[in-house]
């Protein structure tokens, strides 16, 4: 008789099933997957499938709970019971789980997101218990899923065998068995050996100390931190602690957020980041050599994981020798040979040559980190001005530019980062590639081709998702890729104000405004610095809800900080105008035009002015209109206020040079989605309406269809043009008399109607709709829809041509 009905035992204690005896081993299955909480291995089909300890802990307990949403506290919780982590920690654990078991953001079969609350496991566990020779195969039950919203995913399930079913089995299958157990048992020792001899997996996060330089030269300084960050980062697998991330950490320890991340300091962050390494370096003279030296240190243990040095003979191949150095360590952090070779461009082609031309990009960064453009923009110019061929550095230019409101810049510094773009790593043309498409050619389609593989590639790394929320899906009028695009980037940056606010945005945008507030409300649970764009979503969400307390709020916040308060002012103006109040928001306007371009910002004051004359094109002050339209394009000019200065002029009468402005944008702009899909069939359709031909007009607007629900550029960075091609299409059926055509696109806009907050336009559809119930002959439509508008309009300045002529209309006769 072999004696060898199972290998272990086990203990366990916890909800739902009691103590177990001791000679009872607890197994869960689900899919093709089980867990073993004995030996802390998953299998799938069998075979081991490697995962760090913490992420097969976090599986066990989202297992052990199946069907109930465990909050993120609770994991937190169980996962670090003696330490103070943040929830980025938790969120890449969970990345890391559906890696594991190839879940997909598409067919989430195994772990539902809940925002804001937690997690749950969705699909049916399976709970297997061998006491002795018995198994008993149990599923959890199904009653708890009444306390969860309902989940209507196909359950995978595997079906059970019959109870007490080994006893029936003879030696021969005991022998076989035990030899099958044998074998797992060995191949899982060799799986366990392999796993404890990586001290850092290497797709766990390292923290980049600041090197230790002795030479007294101060262009090593940033330079070599920067370098050997460049060279890391070029790993799909390595996730390094952003320098924002650290910043935060530094200060909530009681540091200065630019204090110098010695080893010491360097490991503490780590420690408190949940990050499994600390990586360095140090540089020393020998003579008249150099001596670099890179470390690498388990931060928990303070274990030595790899070191090295080697010497260099001159002070210009330092970088090379970097580079070779920075590869061989990745290698001793356990990365394959084959992805060290894919990924691993030499620094001075994925950077630049001059040390002083890194240090000034290096400091470019960390100025981005602590505040913003205003500081880093200075560093990347230098950076520039040193090595005109740092492609790298021209890029974050851009981004810099793009961020401050400088659209033109940011063209212009792109343009010249795709020009350079061989001389960047695998990561940085991505990004260079991306942004010139989305912004330079506005290309959205290429863009959004490249920022999928660009996260397929690097699925840890964040900015082609923020890509992809904040610019590409909302213009392809893919708001639900939007809104998936910004929880992955919020679940691998959950620090980033950008992150919030993009999310929030695309929320509201789509109509789900308790989302949106949650997201606000979270941004500020966590003190996120206040920027222009999270104070606009808190007032717009306050708008939307009609709640004039919290407009105030949110206007209150930004006062005595110029940079926050032309934009709050602008959407002061905005508020008013929309209920009519055309007189108190040509003065708030006129004092953000003033403010922006006090600041040096005459793109934004060319944009809020922009805003000013479509506001009175549309409301019937024509000559204002015009006047504010060329006022706009005499501050600066950029593709988005020649589109709104052309949509007021052609309104106003001024046909020709708003043809002429769309001839231009045309020719400027072939590829640019926006402008294909939206500005020129908006412009050209005005135009046809003015000269007689509205049939026309509908058939230049049919272009504009693929993405009609989209939020162009100038809505998504201006506040302006969203559904303008839905209107306008109504506006030419009402010119033809087709009523009930021109009621079909009014309906489409109301139903649409959070994609046009903060564009005073949207108060017009109700007057629209109103005019086409009555050419469709439906009078009682139409009166209610006055009553609509006018009720809106109640406290409105009473000389507005539009307001005159609905109470006009409204008065006739039915």
């Known amino acids: 008789m072999v004696d060898c009905p199972y290998i272990g035992v086990v203990h366990l204690s916890f909800p739902f099933f009691g103590t177990m005896a001791v000679s009872s081993k607890v197994l869960y299955e689900f899919g093709p997957f089980r867990v073993d909480p004995d030996k802390q291995v998953l299998f799938r089909d069998g075979a081991p499938v490697p995962v760090t300890p913490k ?109 007490r079913a080994t006893r029936k089995l003879n030696w021969k299958y005991w022998a076989a068995l035990c030899a099958g157990f044998v074998l797992l048992a060995l191949g899982i020792l060799v799986f366990v050996k392999t796993q404890q001899s990586c001290s850092t997996c290497i797709e766990d996060s390292v923290v980049i100390a600041d090197f230790t330089n002795t030479t007294g030269d101060p262009v ?60 360095g370096g140090s540089i020393a003279t020998l003579g008249s050599q150099y001596v670099l030296g890179l470390k690498a240190v388990n931060c928990h243990t303070g274990d030595e994981i790899a070191e090295q040095q080697t010497q260099i003979a001159r002070k210009e191949d330092v970088l090379n020798s970097l580079s070779e150095q920075s590869s061989l360590l ?67 230019l851009a981004l810099e530019y793009g961020s401050s409101g400088s659209s033109e810049l940011a063209t212009e510094n792109i343009r010249k980062a795709y020009e350079l773009r061989d001389r960047a790593s695998d990561r940085e043309r991505f990004f260079i590639s991306a942004y010139y498409f989305g912004r330079a050619t506005g290309n959205q389609e290429k863009a959004r081709q490249i920022c999928e593989e660009w996260a397929q590639t690097y699925p840890r790394d964040p900015q082609p998702h923020y890509f992809l929320e904040g610019f590409i899906f909302p213009t392809l009028a893919n708001y639900d890729g939007a809104i998936e695009a910004g929880r992955r980037a919020l679940e691998l940056v959950p620090d980033s104000a950008v992150s919030y606010m993009l999310l929030g945005e695309d929320l509201l945008y789509f109509g789900h405004l308790s ?38 709020r949110a206007v209150s916040a930004s006062q005595g900080k110029p940079e926050l308060m032309d934009w709050l002012l602008d959407r002061q103006a905005f508020a008013l105008a929309h209920a ?75 046909e020709q040079h708003a043809k002429a402005l769309a001839d231009e944008l045309a020719k400027d702009f072939p590829e640019d989605t926006s402008v294909r899909f939206n500005y020129l ?88 709709l109103a005019r086409a119930y009555e050419v469709a002959g439906e009078p009682a439509k139409a009166r209610s829809q006055y009553q609509t508008f006018l009720d809106l309009w109640k406290n409105a300045d009473p000389d507005i041509p539009i307001y005159k002529q609905a109470k006009a209309e409204y008065a006739k006769p039915h």
């Open 55 to 163: 992420t097969f802990e976090t599986l066990l307990i989202l297992v052990r709970h199946s069907r109930e949403l465990v909050s993120k506290d609770d994991l937190m919780k169980e996962l670090w019971p003696d330490s103070f982590v943040e929830e980025s920690n938790l969120s890449q654990n969970i990345f890391m789980l559906r890696k594991a078991l190839g879940d997909t953001p598409e067919d989430k079969r195994y772990i539902v997101t809940l925002p804001g609350k937690g997690y749950r496991f969705v699909a049916e566990v399976r709970t297997i218990v061998q006491d002795g020779e018995d198994v008993v195969i149990t599923n959890r039950s199904r009653t708890q899923m009444v306390l969860e919203q309902p989940d209507n995913r196909p359950v995978v399930s595997v079906p059970a065998l019959p109870a």
């Open 220 to 279: 090593f300084d940033d330079a070599l931190r920067q370098g050997l960050a460049v060279q890391l980062e070029q790993s799909p697998y390595l996730q390094l602690v952003s320098d924002r991330r650290i910043q935060q950490t530094l200060l909530a320890m009681g540091q200065p957020a630019d204090a110098k991340l010695t080893p010491e300091l360097a490991r503490e962050v780590c420690e408190r980041t949940g990050s499994a390494a600390v990586v």
């Open 330 to 396: 990745r290698g001793k952090l356990k990365e394959s040979l084959a992805s060290i070779q894919k990924f691993d461009v030499p620094l001075e082609q994925a950077t630049t040559s001059s040390l002083n031309a890194l240090r000034a990009y290096s400091l470019g960064l960390q100025a981005m980190a602590a505040t913003g453009e205003k500081g880093a923009i200075p560093f990347f110019e230098r950076a520039v001005q040193i090595d005109p061929k740092f492609a790298a550095a021209y890029a974050y």
């Open 515 to 552: 989302e949106s507030q949650e997201v606000l409300r979270l941004a500020k649970e966590r003190n996120l610095k206040k920027n222009p764009r999270l104070l606009i979503l808190e007032f717009d969400l306050a708008f939307s809800q009609g709640n004039a307390d919290g407009m105030q």
């Open 580 to 654: 009519g109040q055309m007189q108190k928001a040509r003065t708030l306007s006129a004092q953000s035009v003033q403010l922006a371009q006090q600041q040096g910002d005459v793109e934004r004051a060319a944009a809020f002015r922009t805003r000013t004359a479509l506001r009175e094109a549309f409301f019937g002050n024509l000559q204002q209109a015009k006047q504010d339209a060329n006022s706009a394009l005499g501050i600066a000019r950029n593709r988005e206020v020649e589109y709104g200065a052309a949509v007021a002029l052609a309104m106003a009468g001024d």
């Open 681 to 768: 069939p908006v412009i050209r359709g005005i135009v046809a309406i003015k000269a007689g031909e509205p049939l026309k007009a509908v058939q230049l607007l049919d272009s504009a269809a693929p993405y009609e629900l989209g939020s162009p550029r100038s809505a998504l960075l201006w506040y302006f043009g969203s559904l303008y091609p839905v209107l306008i299409r109504g506006d030419a059926y009402l010119a033809a008399h087709r009523g009930e055509d021109a009621a079909r696109e009014f309906e489409k806009i109301l139903s649409h109607h959070d994609l046009m907050t903060g564009d005073p336009v949207s108060a017009l559809v109700q007057c629209r």
